[in-house]
Every structure is written in structure tokens, then in C-alpha cells.
């Protein structure tokens, strides 16, 4: 593969949610094929490849891609979203939410129903409530989207 591919719900390029393995092995270059540990400490197949020059981490489930995990600024949406992203343009977008995660918060928007913001941010909400759109932008605006994540989408 050359050049950037796009990002959207369904991932990168040639390496999209529900491919076979196989598929993919025949577009991508291959680095890495094996268990790892992954979330809350469970092993997991991962599946590593270089596109476009970048290294992208994917979660193999029955021999299909299943997550697809963005850590270069390389990679973004037909309207730019992408890693660096100020948080403040994810918490603009109609219906964002953020919530708390295993290693950061994250956001997520119906405008873009499959990806999964993360930002290295306290884990744990004000005192009393849940990281609302409007409550996270006013705190933490400036930090910038340092993964994302291709995750299913459930509208």
C-alpha cells in the first residue's frame, strides 16, 4: 500500500473490521502474528503491520480483524479527525460523550459510529457526575487525541 489511506468506521485502507487475516497478509506487509496481553491483562491475537510507512496495531478474533488500534497522526477521517486532535473539536461534534477507560478517557461521537477517541486524561470524572461534553472541553480542550481506536459500530 502507498500514501495515506483514510480512517473512517471500518479502518484503514486495505485493513478493515471483519477481514480474514489471510485477506489482509496478502495487502499488508506482515511485522508481527501472535498472542499478546491485551485488555485487562487477557492474552489475545494481535496482528502488526506496517501501512504507509506506519505501524498499526490490529486484534485478530476467529481469524478476522476485529480492532484496529491508530497511533500515528498519519491516519484521518474525511474530515481530519485523527491522533493530535484537540479534544475540543471531539466534544463539538453533535451527541459526543466521553467516558472513563482502562488507560485513559475516551470519546466517541455519532458522526463517527466505530471510532473511539482516547485521551490521557484523570481517569475518574468530577465528583459527582459523568464527563460531559461541554463539563471536559471547558477542563481539558487542549489535550490531544493520542490514539483511535476502529471499534464496532452499535447505533
Given at each position: 500500500?502507498?500514501?495515506?489511506?483514510?480512517?473512517?468506521?471500518?479502518?484503514?485502507?486495505?485493513?478493515?473490521?471483519?477481514?480474514?487475516?489471510?485477506?489482509v497478509a496478502?495487502?499488508?506487509?506482515?511485522?508481527r502474528?501472535?498472542?499478546?496481553?491485551?485488555?485487562?491483562?487477557?492474552?489475545?491475537?494481535?496482528l502488526v503491520l506496517q501501512i504507509a510507512g506506519e505501524?498499526?496495531?490490529?486484534?485478530?478474533v476467529?481469524?478476522?480483524?476485529?480492532?484496529?488500534?491508530?497511533?500515528?497522526p498519519r491516519f484521518r477521517t474525511a474530515d481530519s479527525l485523527g491522533?493530535?486532535?484537540?479534544?475540543?473539536?471531539?466534544?463539538?461534534?453533535?451527541g459526543a460523550q466521553f467516558a472513563p477507560g482502562e488507560d485513559g478517557v475516551y470519546g466517541f461521537s455519532p458522526e463517527h459510529c466505530g471510532l473511539s477517541f482516547r485521551f490521557s486524561l484523570p481517569w475518574?470524572?468530577?465528583?459527582?457526575?459523568q464527563w460531559t461534553a461541554?463539563?471536559?472541553a471547558k477542563q481539558h480542550g487542549t489535550a490531544a487525541v493520542n490514539r483511535v481506536i476502529v471499534i464496532p459500530c452499535r447505533r
Open positions: 500500500m502507498t500514501g495515506a489511506p483514510m480512517l473512517d468506521e471500518d479502518g484503514i485502507g486495505e485493513l478493515r473490521r471483519g477481514r480474514l487475516v489471510s485477506e496478502a495487502e499488508c506487509e506482515v511485522i502474528d501472535g498472542q499478546q496481553q491485551g485488555q485487562e491483562g487477557m492474552m489475545e491475537r494481535v505501524t498499526v496495531r490490529s486484534v485478530v476467529k481469524d478476522r480483524i476485529d480492532r484496529i488500534q491508530v497511533n500515528s491522533v493530535d486532535t484537540p479534544l475540543s473539536r471531539i466534544a463539538a461534534m453533535r475518574r470524572p468530577p465528583a459527582g457526575g461541554a463539563a471536559i
